[in-house]
């Protein structure tokens, strides 16, 4: 039983603001999950390189989420801004709300350094929820020794980290990060993403989302697989939803002659919108270099969707043959064959038994009991 609500101060190398809108919106998710059973204040820094001014603090609520932003605008020592305006920050919410019980820091470079800085300083313990793929492709170990060293040991001064799955977890051992480590995964909302109600069985919706970085998800193996199965079958639409742009895919889709008729490249979307697309689609596939776990396969899930994706990071965890098929890694002959499949076969799966899954794993509830979990533990209430 939930004794009181604890004070957690969430702060994060990645987090949504006026200059990247939507950069890091699951770590949003998780504090909003971990604020059903604590009150969570929210702090970020980041050069906003349109000011005119020094910097800005700029505070925001969304129910019970609390968030304090600070921009900053300074053209020397730019990494010493940014420890100085945390540690402004953190002196403003403890004058402002109180002291936070624990904070929990959010992908353990940059921002554990942070976390470090608080621990010294203000004696306030952390954890560290991790998402970052570049313990898995080996980009952490392409950092500076020193730098290893550092991270390495901010990682044993954790009272725990907490992978989004388990294959990160041993990606990051192997990595050399070192301490207690728990898994709690991403969060869905699974109040807006639902089963699928409605579409077109003359022309089936595919539905792919991404930032369209075509050497981590692949899309121009996705485009030419399209273009094989079109000339099997012409029952089908692919519809890319996506938050950057890439030129050099929309004319790869042109020269293959499946723009418009065979994949609509659809922009940048809202949750809202994106649900609805869910809603309107018979599978997800991905197609992905490297991953851990996507929060559209969880997503696609709560809609009652199958997925398709490539046996990639943490993904493996989730999907088994009741909620899609795994395939390996650029095998664009084994996409075709399963595109090819789901589109004949996509009723067999059972709709409500995906929804449930990701109820009973990825909603805000059970993530964020599991964060209270965590923090309850630490702080002893």
């Known amino acids: 039983m939930q004794k009181r609500k604890l ?4 702060i994060s190398s990645w987090y949504p603001s006026r200059v990247f809108k939507y950069y890091g919106d699951f770590v949003k998710r998780h504090a909003k999950a971990a604020g059903l059973y604590s009150n969570v204040i929210c702090l970020h820094v980041i050069r906003d390189k349109k000011m005119n001014k020094g910097f800005e603090v700029a505070e925001n609520e969304e129910g019970d989420l ?22 402004k920050g953190f002196y403003y919410i403890r004058k402002k709300y109180s002291k936070p019980d624990l904070v929990h820091a959010n992908v353990l470079y940059p921002i554990g350094f942070i976390a ?18 570049g313990f898995q492709k080996g980009e952490y170990k392409e950092f500076s020794v020193v730098k290893r060293l550092l991270f390495n040991f901010i990682g044993t001064k954790a009272t725990y980290i907490l992978p989004v799955t388990d294959d990160l977890k041993h990606s990051m051992l192997t990595s050399g990060i070192k301490g207690n480590f728990k ?8 109040d807006l ?7 077109d069985n003359n022309k089936k919706q595919i539905l792919h989302i991404s930032h369209l970085r075509d050497k981590h998800k692949n899309i121009s193996g996705i485009l030419r697989v399209i273009s094989k199965l079109s ?35 659809c922009g940048n979307k809202s949750y809202h919108e994106v649900a609805d697309f869910m809603s309107k689609s018979v599978f997800l596939v991905l197609f992905s270099n490297f991953e851990n776990l996507p929060c559209v396969i969880v997503e696609a899930f709560s809609s009652g969707l199958p997925v398709i994706s490539t046996d990639v990071g943490g993904i493996k965890e989730h999907i088994d043959n009741s909620k899609g098929i795994l395939i390996k890694r650029g095998d664009e002959l084994a996409l075709l064959d399963a595109m090819n499949y789901m589109l004949d ?12 899954y990701a109820l009973s794993n990825f909603s805000y509830q059970v993530v964020g009991k599991g964060f209270y979990q965590v923090y309850s533990e630490i702080i002893n209430v």
């Not at 609390?66 to 540690?87: G, M």
């Not at 010294?120 to 998402?131: G, S």
């Not at 993403?193 to 579409?199: T, W, Y």
């Open 7 to 10: 004070n957690i101060l969430f």
């Open 66 to 87: 609390k968030e304090v932003i600070i921009y900053f605008n300074h053209l020397c020592f730019i990494k010493l801004a940014y420890i100085f305006y945390y540690i």
């Open 116 to 133: 470090f800085i608080y621990l010294i300083l203000f004696k306030t313990n952390f954890v560290v929820t991790e998402h970052w793929t």
């Open 183 to 190: 898994i709690i995964p991403n969060v869905v909302e699974t």
């Open 193 to 199: 993403f639902r089963k699928n109600k409605v579409f």
């Open 231 to 265: 000339q099997i079958r012409q029952d089908f639409i692919l519809k890319i939803i996506h938050s950057e742009e890439n030129n050099a895919l929309v004319e790869l889709a042109s020269s293959l002659g499946i723009l418009g008729k065979y994949v609509n490249f």
């Open 345 to 356: 076969n996509y009723n067999s799966y059972n709709k409500e038994n995906l929804r449930q």
